[in-house]
């Protein structure tokens, strides 16, 4: 079999995967949309916006963003008359006072506080795409800044409160939620100064040990491209896991972009085909790199994230395949690689 019939049918085996994953992702995804809204048993709010000039799709991204960050802090979001019969904990009402700003009202509906709050959030100094966020976030700081006070456990009115209430209120200040983990598959390609491009793909594990820190495991296999040399060719082959994390530089809702740095260590086997009248051998090693990179994350809808990765790696430990004494090909010198996930969270 050819090395270009070999790298065919590893890429239509990544396209196939990454479309079997799609498919189980968007599944999941109905099947979350279509349960109903506050069936938790958890505390819930409800938001509502008012008519008037809005830009399209400005009301359902900000609805989104909203429902994320207060998901996080353990409280559902509904739909003004999505919600389960009993009664909400906060209403928020979003009126557009124009193009460029929106009123945001928070009317809390405990014995608590029985207050109403409200504030203007100017958008035009913001980018469009930062719209829909500064919206969810004015609303989310309207909402947690009225219960914080039930979090002091000195408050004449914290036995008033309800119980699930102050617990989730408690548990955030106390101990913020964490993300949750992210499974899923992506294509990757290497590149070695040594000569070698390799192709292949990893089932990919995304951890989240706090809201700022990101930690990926990606375990695959590589196909390398056919290496010419005069006496034959040099096959790659390889099997591999990485390890990585770092800091979160830019969170939202829907964007990542994050640093990393960690390992990448493969068991890599070079197949020598050796020309007529040449003799040939085979050779195996371990391979060991340093890496360092940036992830980008996208979160489109639902437990659906795409990410975007690229970085450098240096070399710890080689292999590399000779002819006639002379270096031709390996796993060697500085790695330049790339890669494109896509995963769920569960």
Known sequence: MSSQCRVDRLLEFIASLTLCVAVTLSFASKASSQSACGASGQPWVSVSFAEGSWREGLREAAFEDLKAGLASRHIETC????????????????????????????????????????????????????????????????????????????????????????????????QPAQDPPRLGVQAAAEHFGSG???????????????????????????????????????????????????????????????????????????????????????LSGLALFARSGLNAAIHPVGPMWFELGAGLGLPLRGLEATDAGRDIAGVAGLEQYASLALLGEF
């Open 196 to 282: 070698i491009s390799q192709f292949g793909a990893d089932a990919l594990c995304v951890l989240a040990p706090s809201q700022r820190f990101r930690l990926r495991i990606a375990l695959g296999i590589r196909q390398g491209l056919t290496v010419s040399a005069p006496d034959g060719d040099v096959r790659p082959t390889s099997v591999g896991i990485s390890f990585d994390g770092g800091p979160s530089l830019l969170r939202s809702s829907r964007i990542e972009l994050t640093w990393t740095a960690g390992a990448h260590v493969a068991w890599i086997h070079l197949q020598g085909d050796a020309a007529r009248g040449a003799f040939g051998n085979n």
């Open 79 to 174: 739909q003004e008359g999505d919600g389960p019969s009993k009664p909400p904990v906060a209403a928020i009402r979003i009126s557009s006072n124009g193009i460029e700003s929106v009123e945001v009202t928070v009317e809390i509906r405990d014995s608590v506080t029985e207050k109403r709050v409200s504030r203007d959030v100017d958008l035009s100094s913001m980018p469009i795409d930062g719209r829909a966020l500064a919206i969810a976030l004015a609303a989310d700081e309207l909402v947690w800044a009225s219960w914080a006070e039930i979090a002091f456990k000195g408050t004449k009115h914290r036995s008033a409160a309800p119980p699930q209430l102050v617990a989730a209120v408690e548990q955030n200040i106390q």
